[in-house]
C-alpha cells in the first residue's frame, strides 16, 4: 500500500526576540565532511559513521524555522537533508568499473566514478549465462549422459539446478534486503552470518573460485592439445599411449597459460571486461550450433563413424579404414608365417556404425540406462553380438580412464551450475541491484537448466552409447565428441569452447583477488591485511599473486576430472550457508528484514541448504569432510585472533533469542544441587588513575571459574553519572584490558554512585539477568585498614558481608590477594588445606576441587581439617569424615584437629583490652574531629556573611548575628572540655567486655593451631565467621579476622549462602 506525504511549507518570520540583529544562526561542522559525529553527550559514544546522514545544513533556514530543534541539528540531520544524500547516494564499485583518485582542492581524497548503468540483461543476466554454461557442457556433458544413462544424468542435473535455484532464491532475498555495496557475495554473506561465518565463507568462496580458474586452466589446454594441436605435446606422446605423461604436458602449458592470464590481469581489468562479450559471444554460438546440429540429425545425419571390432570401438586414430586388415596391425605380431594374432580379433569381425545415428534413429531407447565400471574396463556396445576370448591387450580398445559410479558424476558435473553469483558480485555496476539481482538471476538459472536438460535428451537420443562413453572422442579421430553433433563444423564447437574457457579462466583471476581483498580489508583476520593493499587504479596485486599461486596447484593436479569435485565442495559449502543466512534471518523476523523480494520461505532456504550439504557428501565425502574442517578452523581463529566485529549479523541475533529463551527456562526454577557453581560477582576497587588494585583477583577468578559459568566483574566510582560517565566507560576499558590478559571469561560493568557502599550494594541486589545471576561475591581483603585515616573501607567491607549474608549469597575474600599465583605459574607441589569449622554447604569442599581443575593448582593436594571439642569422639569423626569424602568423590586426606577449653591467657585478656581501648580511643577523636570541624564550619559561615554586609555597604539591623562569647557559650565549651579530660581517663581505666574476651581467645588459639598445621600451605581455606549484629563491634570483628589469619600467606576465607552446594547422590 504506497504512503502518503504531505508537505508542509513554514514560512519565514522574524524572531520575535527584540534585539534580534538579524544575524543567522549557524551549526560549526568539526567533523570531516565526510563522517559525521556529533558533540560529546558525556559518554565518548561515537556516533555510527553514514554516508545518509551529514551535519551540514543552511543555518539561514534552521536558525529562522527551526530553533527548537537546533540543539539536535549537530548530530541528527533534517529530513530534507536526509532525503538529499539519499538521492546522490552511489556505490563506488570494485574492479568492474575504473576508477581514480584525486585531491580536491580541502586536501580531501575524493573518488570519481562513472554513474552505474547496467542493467538487467547486461549487468546479471549474461555474466550468469557466461559463468554457467562452460567446460562441463563442451568436455564431460557428453561422457556423463553415456556413463550415467539418461534417467540418471537428468537427476543428476535437477539435483544441482534444484540446488542452485533455492540458493538463487535465498541469495535474492538477502540481496535485496537493503544497499549492497560492491563486493557482492562475501559482503552479503558476511554482514549476514557475522564475521566468524563471513570469514570462513568468504575464504571458502575465495578458494572455490580459485580452483574454478584452474579448471578453467586445464579445460583450455585438454582442447588444445586434444582437438586442436594433438601434435603439440611436450614429451611427444599422446593421451591413450601414456596418461601421465599427457598429464605432464597439460602441466607445462597450464602453467605457461596461467602466466599470460596473470600477466593479462595484472595489467588491466579493462581488458577483460573488453573480452567479455567475445567470449560470451563464442558460448552462445556453440550453444546454437549444438541445436543447430540437432535439427540436422533428424534430416541428414552427419557423416561421423565408429569402427567397432565385435561389439568393442577401436581408437580411430590408430588406423585409416574401417577394415580388417587394415586394423590387423593392432592385433598381430610375428611374419606373415609365424603370425600369432589376438584371440579376440580371430574370433570377431570388423564393422563400421554411424557416430551420430539421429534425432528419429531411436538410439535414445539403449541410452536410458547407466553403463558404470571400473578403470580401465573396455567400453562396450551394448546389444551388439559377439564372440568372448580370453583376456586380450587393452591398448586398441575405447577404455574407461576411471573408475565410475553415480556419485563421482555429481562431484564432476556440479561445477557447470556454478557461477549464479556473477550478477551480485558486479552490485557496485547496477543500476537497480534490488530489482535486477532476482529477476537476471533466476532466470539465467531457469535458461541454463533448461539447456541442460535439453542437452541430456538431445545427446541420449542423437549419438551412439559407445561415442558417448568416450570421454576423449578417440573413437571418432579425436574429435569433441559435442563437435561431432554440431552445424556447420565440429571447429565451431572447439574453437567456441576454447575461447569459452579462456573467458572463463580469466574472469576467474579477476574476480577471486577481489574478493580475497575485500576480506583483508574487512580486516577480520589479521594475517591477511597484506593482501588488502593494490596498485594505484586499485588492483589489488599481492592478493593476484597468492591466487595465481594456488591456481597453479590445481593446474599441477592435472586433470578436469581431479579438480571439479574440489571446486564442488567449495561452492556446496558457500551455498550451504547462503541458505542458513537466509533461513535465520526469516526465523528471526528482525525488524531490519524487510528485503523486496517476496518470493522466499524460510523452508525453501533449509531445503537449499539441505540439499547443498547431500551434495557435498553425496560428490566426496572425505572432501567434504576436509572443507568443513578448513571453515571450522577458519571459524575458530576469527573467533579467537579476528577483530572484533559488530554488523547486526544474524548468528548474533539468534544467539540473543536463544540467551533469551535460556533465561527464560532458567528463571522457571532454582538451579539443581547437582548443576550449582560458583557463579561470580567480582568487586574491584579502582585506583586514582582508575588502574585495577589487585589484578591478581582477576587470576583466582580465572583458575576458579576455568572459563565456565557465570563471572561479572564490577567496581564503583564515586560522584555522579554526568559528571564521571566518561570515566566509567574508560574503568570498563581497563577491567576488559586486564580480563583479557588474565583470561577471564566474563562479563564487565562499572556503575557510578553517589558512594562506594551504596553502589556495591546496588551490584549485590541487581547484578545479573533472570535465573543468570550471581550467587557468590568475591571481594579482596581491605588491606592497611587500621593505618587508614577513614574507617570507610572497612565499614564498607562490612556492610557487603552483611547484605551478602542477608541475600543468601556466598562470600569468598581473599586475603593477600597479592600473593596469590598468576595464570603463568605452576605449582609444582603443596596443599590446599581447608579447615572446616562450621558446616556451610558444602562450598568449602568444593572450591579446592575446582581449583584444582586448574593447571596452576593441579599439582596441589587437598587436606581437609576439622576441629574436635573436648567431648567429641575424634575417632569416629575422622572415620565419618573419609565416609562423607569418599561418597563425595573427593581424594583428600582428613585430620581431626583437638582443641581443649584451657584457661584464657594473659595474652589474649591484654590483645582483648588493647583492641576496644583503641576502639574507644579512635570514637574520641571521631567525635572531637566533629566538633572542630562544626566549629570552623560556623566560624566560616559567619566570616562570610559579615564580608558580604560590608560589601554591600548595607547599615547593620537589629537582627544582626552578634560576634561575641556569651555565659552560656563559655559555660557549655568548658563542661564538653572535662568530659572529654574525663573519657580519656576512662579508656586507661576501663576492663574489657567478657564476650570479645571469649571471641578473641577463640581467634588466638584456632589461629596457634592454623599456623602450626598449615604456615606452609599453598592456599588456606576457611569459614568466616559471621559479623555482629549491631554496628558498635565491628571493628572488634575486624580485629577478630585479622588475630585469625595472621601468619598466613595466603588465606580464602568463605561464608556460605545457606544452601547445599554439594551432594553425595548422583
Same mark, same amino acid.
Given at each position: 500500500m504506497p504512503t502518503n506525504f504531505t508537505v508542509v511549507p513554514v514560512e519565514d518570520s522574524p524572531l520575535s526576540d527584540p534585539d534580534y540583529d538579524g544575524q543567522i544562526l549557524k551549526v560549526e561542522d568539526k567533523e570531516g565532511p565526510d563522517t559525521v559525529a556529533g558533540p560529546s553527550s558525556g559518554d565518548d559514544t561515537p556516533r555510527e559513521t553514514s554516508s545518509?546522514?551529514?551535519?551540514?545544513?543552511?543555518?539561514?533556514?534552521?536558525?529562522?524555522?527551526?530553533?527548537?530543534?537546533?540543539?539536535?541539528?549537530?548530530?541528527? /540531520?533534517?529530513?530534507?537533508? *536526509?532525503?538529499?544524500?539519499?538521492?546522490?547516494?552511489?556505490?563506488?564499485?570494485?574492479?568492474?568499473?575504473?576508477?581514480?583518485?584525486?585531491?580536491?582542492?580541502?586536501?580531501?581524497?575524493?573518488?570519481?566514478?562513472? #554513474?552505474?548503468?547496467?542493467?538487467?540483461?547486461? #549487468?546479471?543476466?549474461?555474466?550468469?549465462?557466461?559463468?554457467?554454461?562452460?567446460?562441463?557442457?563442451? *568436455?564431460? *556433458?557428453?561422457?556423463?549422459?553415456?556413463?550415467?544413462?539418461?534417467?540418471?544424468?537428468?537427476?543428476?542435473?535437477?539435483?544441482?539446478?534444484?540446488?542452485?535455484m533455492l540458493t538463487a532464491i535465498s541469495m535474492s532475498a538477502i540481496a535485496t534486503n537493503g544497499v549492497v555495496p560492491a563486493g557482492g557475495s562475501y559482503y552479503m554473506i558476511s554482514r549476514a552470518l557475522?564475521?566468524?561465518? #563471513?570469514?570462513?565463507?568468504?575464504?571458502?568462496?575465495?578458494?572455490?573460485?580459485?580452483?574454478?580458474? +584452474?579448471?578453467?586452466?586445464?579445460?583450455?589446454?585438454?582442447?588444445?592439445?586434444?582437438?586442436?594441436? +594433438?601434435?603439440?605435446?611436450?614429451?611427444?606422446?599422446?593421451?591413450?599411449?601414456?596418461?601421465?605423461?599427457?598429464?605432464?604436458?597439460m602441466r607445462?602449458?597450464?602453467?605457461?597459460?596461467l602466466a599470460i592470464m596473470t600477466l593479462v590481469v595484472f595489467v588491466g581489468v579493462k581488458y577483460v571486461n573488453k573480452l567479455a562479450l567475445v567470449f560470451l559471444s563464442c558460448v552462445v554460438l556453440s550453444i546454437m550450433a549444438v541445436y543447430a546440429g540437432v535439427i540436422q540429425t533428424a534430416i541428414k545425419p552427419p557423416n561421423f563413424t565408429i569402427c567397432l571390432l565385435g561389439n568393442r570401438p577401436l581408437q580411430h586414430n590408430k588406423f585409416d579404414k574401417c577394415l580388417k586388415s587394415e586394423v590387423r596391425k593392432l592385433f598381430c605380431t610375428g611374419g606373415s608365417l609365424n603370425e600369432t594374432c589376438d584371440e579376440y580379433f580371430t574370433n570377431n569381425n570388423v564393422t563400421e556404425i554411424e557416430a551420430i545415428p539421429g534425432l528419429l534413429s531411436g538410439v535414445i531407447s539403449g541410452n536410458m540406462?547407466?553403463?558404470?565400471?571400473?578403470?580401465?574396463?573396455?567400453?562396450?556396445?551394448?546389444?551388439?553380438?559377439?564372440?568372448?576370448?580370453?583376456?586380450?591387450?587393452?591398448?586398441?580398445?575405447?577404455?574407461?580412464?576411471?573408475?565410475?559410479?553415480?556419485?563421482? @558424476?555429481?562431484?564432476?558435473?556440479? /561445477?557447470?551450475?556454478?557461477?549464479?553469483?556473477?550478477?551480485?558480485?558486479?552490485?557496485?555496476?547496477?543500476?537497480?541491484?534490488?530489482?535486477?539481482? $532476482?529477476?537476471?538471476?533466476?532466470?539465467?538459472?531457469?535458461?541454463? +537448466?533448461?539447456?541442460?536438460?535439453?542437452?541430456?535428451?538431445?545427446?541420449?537420443?542423437?549419438?551412439?552409447?559407445?561415442?558417448?562413453?568416450?570421454?576423449?572422442?578417440?573413437?571418432?579421430?579425436?574429435?569433441?565428441?559435442? &563437435?561431432?553433433?554440431?552445424?556447420?563444423?565440429?571447429?565451431?564447437?572447439?574453437?567456441?569452447s576454447f575461447f569459452s574457457c579462456c573467458g572463463a579462466g580469466l574472469q576467474s583471476l579477476t574476480g577471486a583477488p577481489r574478493i580475497l581483498q575485500a576480506i583483508a580489508r574487512d580486516g577480520i583476520m589479521p594475517f591477511l591485511q597484506v593482501f588488502g593493499h593494490s596498485k594505484a587504479n586499485g588492483e589489488p596485486t599481492w592478493a593476484l599473486l597468492l591466487t595465481a599461486a594456488i591456481c597453479e596447484i590445481g593446474i599441477l593436479i592435472g586433470s578436469v576430472d581431479a579438480v571439479a569435485p574440489i571446486l564442488s565442495m567449495f561452492f556446496l559449502m558457500c551455498y550451504l550457508f547462503v541458505n542458513l543466512a537466509c533461513a535465520i534471518q526469516t526465523l528471526?523476523?528482525?525488524? !531490519?528484514?524487510? $528485503?523486496?523480494?517476496?518470493?522466499?520461505?524460510?523452508?525453501?532456504?533449509?531445503?537449499?541448504?539441505?540439499?547443498?550439504? =547431500?551434495?557435498?557428501?553425496?560428490?566426496?565425502?572425505?572432501?567434504?569432510?576436509?572443507?568443513? %574442517?578448513?571453515?571450522?578452523?577458519?571459524?575458530?581463529?576469527?573467533?579467537?585472533?579476528?577483530?572484533?566485529?559488530?554488523?547486526?549479523?544474524?548468528?548474533?541475533? @539468534? =544467539?540473543?533469542?536463544?540467551?533469551?529463551?535460556?533465561?527464560?527456562?532458567?528463571?522457571?526454577?532454582? $538451579?539443581?544441587?547437582?548443576?550449582?557453581?560458583?557463579?561470580?560477582?567480582?568487586?574491584?576497587?579502582? &585506583?586514582?588513575? @582508575?588502574?585495577?588494585?589487585?589484578?591478581?583477583?582477576?587470576?583466582?577468578?580465572?583458575?576458579?571459574?576455568?572459563?565456565?559459568? @557465570?563471572?561479572?566483574?564490577?567496581?564503583?566510582?564515586?560522584?555522579?553519572?554526568?559528571?564521571?560517565?566518561?570515566?566509567?566507560?574508560? =574503568?570498563?576499558?581497563?577491567?576488559?584490558?586486564?580480563?583479557?590478559?588474565?583470561?577471564?571469561? &566474563?562479563?564487565?560493568?562499572?556503575?557510578?554512585?553517589? !558512594?562506594?557502599?551504596?553502589g556495591f550494594s546496588h551490584l549485590i541486589q541487581s547484578a545479573g539477568l533472570g535465573g543468570m545471576k550471581h550467587n557468590a561475591v568475591l571481594v579482596a581483603w581491605p588491606t592497611n585498614w587500621k593505618q587508614s585515616e577513614s574507617s570507610l573501607s572497612w565499614k564498607?567491607?562490612?556492610?557487603?558481608?552483611?547484605?551478602?549474608?542477608?541475600?543468601?549469597?556466598?562470600? %569468598?575474600?581473599?586475603?593477600?590477594?597479592?600473593?596469590?599465583?598468576?595464570?603463568?605459574?605452576? *605449582?609444582?607441589?603443596?596443599?590446599?588445606?581447608?579447615?572446616?569449622?562450621?558446616?556451610? &554447604?558444602?562450598?568449602?569442599?568444593?572450591?579446592?576441587?575446582?581449583?584444582?581443575?586448574?593447571?596452576?593448582?593441579?599439582?596441589?593436594?587437598m587436606r581437609i581439617f576439622t576441629v574436635a571439642q573436648m567431648d567429641d569422639n575424634s575417632i569416629q569423626m575422622k572415620k565419618d569424615l573419609q565416609m562423607f569424602l569418599y561418597h563425595l568423590r573427593l581424594d583428600a586426606k582428613v585430620e581431626v584437629v583437638e582443641m581443649h577449653a584451657g584457661d584464657i591467657s594473659a595474652f589474649t585478656y591484654e590483645k582483648t583490652l588493647v583492641m576496644e581501648q583503641r576502639s574507644q580511643m579512635l570514637k574520641q577523636m571521631q567525635l572531637s574531629k566533629?566538633?572542630?570541624?562544626?566549629?570552623?564550619?560556623?566560624?566560616?559561615?559567619?566570616?562570610?556573611?559579615?564580608?558580604?554586609?560590608?560589601?554591600?555597604?548595607?547599615?547593620?539591623?537589629?537582627?544582626?548575628?552578634?560576634?561575641?562569647?556569651?555565659?552560656?557559650?563559655?559555660?557549655?565549651?568548658?563542661?564538653?572540655?572535662?568530659?572529654?579530660?574525663?573519657?580519656?581517663?576512662?579508656?586507661?581505666?576501663?576492663?574489657?567486655?567478657?564476650?570479645?574476651?571469649?571471641?578473641?581467645?577463640?581467634?588466638?588459639?584456632?589461629?596457634?593451631?592454623?599456623?602450626?598445621?598449615s604456615q606452609g600451605a599453598q592456599l588456606v581455606l576457611l569459614n568466616m565467621p559471621g559479623p555482629p549484629k549491631n554496628e558498635c563491634g565491628d571493628e572488634n570483628y575486624m580485629e577478630f579476622l585479622e588475630v585469625l589469619t595472621e601468619g598466613l600467606d595466603r588465606v580464602l576465607l568463605v561464608r556460605g549462602g545457606g544452601r547445599e552446594v554439594i551432594t553425595i547422590y548422583s
Open positions: 545518509l546522514i551529514s551535519t551540514d545544513h543552511d543555518g539561514s533556514i534552521y536558525g529562522r524555522n527551526m530553533a527548537l530543534y537546533e540543539d539536535e541539528m549537530d548530530s541528527t /540531520p533534517m529530513v530534507s537533508s *536526509l532525503l538529499n544524500k539519499l538521492a546522490n547516494y552511489t556505490n563506488i564499485t570494485q574492479g568492474a568499473v575504473e576508477h581514480e583518485e584525486a585531491e580536491s582542492e580541502d586536501g580531501i581524497r575524493r573518488v570519481t566514478v562513472n #554513474g552505474p548503468q547496467m542493467g538487467t540483461f547486461i #549487468g546479471v543476466y549474461l555474466p550468469c549465462m557466461q559463468n554457467i554454461l562452460g567446460v562441463i557442457l563442451f *568436455l564431460r *556433458l557428453t561422457w556423463i549422459v553415456g556413463t550415467a544413462g539418461i534417467i540418471e544424468a537428468l537427476a543428476i542435473v535437477f539435483m544441482c539446478c534444484t540446488c542452485t557475522g564475521p566468524e561465518f #563471513g570469514g570462513a565463507v568468504g575464504l571458502c568462496f575465495y578458494l572455490g573460485t580459485t580452483f574454478a580458474g +584452474s579448471m578453467y586452466i586445464l579445460g583450455t589446454i585438454e582442447i588444445f592439445l586434444i582437438y586442436i594441436m +594433438s601434435n603439440a605435446d611436450v614429451f611427444g606422446a599422446n593421451l591413450k599411449d601414456d596418461k601421465l605423461t599427457m598429464q605432464n604436458s607445462v602449458y597450464g602453467t605457461c597459460c540406462w547407466g553403463h558404470y565400471g571400473p578403470k580401465e574396463m573396455i567400453v562396450e556396445k551394448v546389444g551388439q553380438s559377439s564372440e568372448p576370448a580370453s583376456e586380450t591387450d587393452r591398448e586398441p580398445y575405447v577404455l574407461n580412464d576411471i573408475t565410475t559410479f553415480f556419485t563421482i @558424476l555429481v562431484g564432476i558435473y556440479f /561445477p557447470s551450475v556454478t557461477g549464479i553469483m556473477a550478477g551480485s558480485n558486479r552490485s557496485g555496476d547496477l543500476r537497480d541491484p534490488q530489482r535486477s539481482i $532476482p529477476t537476471g538471476t533466476i532466470l539465467a538459472i531457469v535458461t541454463t +537448466s533448461f539447456i541442460y536438460i535439453s542437452c541430456v535428451v538431445l545427446f541420449g537420443a542423437c549419438i551412439e552409447g559407445v561415442v558417448l562413453r568416450d570421454k576423449f572422442g578417440s573413437s571418432v579421430k579425436n574429435t569433441l565428441v559435442v &563437435g561431432t553433433l554440431a552445424w556447420p563444423s565440429h571447429w565451431v564447437i572447439v574453437i567456441g528471526l523476523r528482525t525488524p !531490519n528484514w524487510r $528485503p523486496r523480494f517476496k518470493f522466499y520461505h524460510w523452508s525453501l532456504s533449509f531445503l537449499g541448504m539441505s540439499l547443498s550439504l =547431500s551434495l557435498m557428501f553425496v560428490s566426496s565425502w572425505y572432501y567434504a569432510l576436509v572443507v568443513m %574442517l578448513i571453515a571450522g578452523c577458519i571459524y575458530k581463529y576469527i573467533e579467537y585472533r579476528g577483530a572484533e566485529k559488530e554488523w547486526g549479523d544474524g548468528i548474533r541475533g @539468534l =544467539s540473543l533469542n536463544a540467551a533469551r529463551y535460556a533465561l527464560i527456562k532458567l528463571e522457571e526454577a532454582p $538451579p539443581h544441587i547437582k548443576n550449582w557453581r560458583p557463579q561470580l560477582l567480582v568487586l574491584l576497587k579502582l &585506583g586514582s588513575e @582508575l588502574e585495577i588494585k589487585h589484578p591478581r583477583l582477576l587470576s583466582f577468578t580465572s583458575q576458579l571459574k576455568a572459563g565456565r559459568g @557465570l563471572t561479572i566483574v564490577c567496581s564503583v566510582l564515586e560522584g555522579t553519572f554526568m559528571a564521571r560517565g566518561a570515566d566509567a566507560k574508560r =574503568s570498563e576499558q581497563n577491567i576488559k584490558a586486564a580480563m583479557s590478559k588474565e583470561k577471564t571469561k &566474563g562479563f564487565c560493568h562499572v556503575v557510578v554512585s553517589s !558512594n562506594q557502599r551504596d564498607n567491607f562490612i556492610e557487603t558481608i552483611r547484605e551478602t549474608t542477608a541475600a543468601h549469597q556466598a562470600l %569468598l575474600v581473599a586475603k593477600n590477594i597479592d600473593q596469590f599465583p598468576t595464570n603463568q605459574d605452576r *605449582l609444582a607441589e603443596g596443599t590446599i588445606d581447608v579447615w572446616w569449622i562450621v558446616h556451610d &554447604g558444602g562450598l568449602l569442599m568444593l572450591l579446592p576441587f575446582l581449583l584444582r581443575q586448574h593447571k596452576v593448582w593441579r599439582k596441589c593436594k566533629t566538633e572542630r570541624e562544626r566549629e570552623a564550619q560556623l566560624i566560616h559561615d559567619r566570616n562570610t556573611k559579615s564580608h558580604n554586609l560590608l560589601n554591600d555597604k548595607t547599615t547593620p539591623t537589629s537582627d544582626r548575628v552578634q560576634m561575641t562569647w556569651t555565659k552560656e557559650k563559655l559555660v557549655s565549651e568548658r563542661n564538653r572540655q572535662r568530659e572529654a579530660n574525663m573519657a580519656v581517663r576512662d579508656i586507661f581505666n576501663m576492663k574489657p567486655n567478657q564476650t570479645n574476651v571469649r571471641r578473641m581467645h577463640t581467634a588466638v588459639k584456632l589461629n596457634e593451631v592454623i599456623v602450626n598445621k
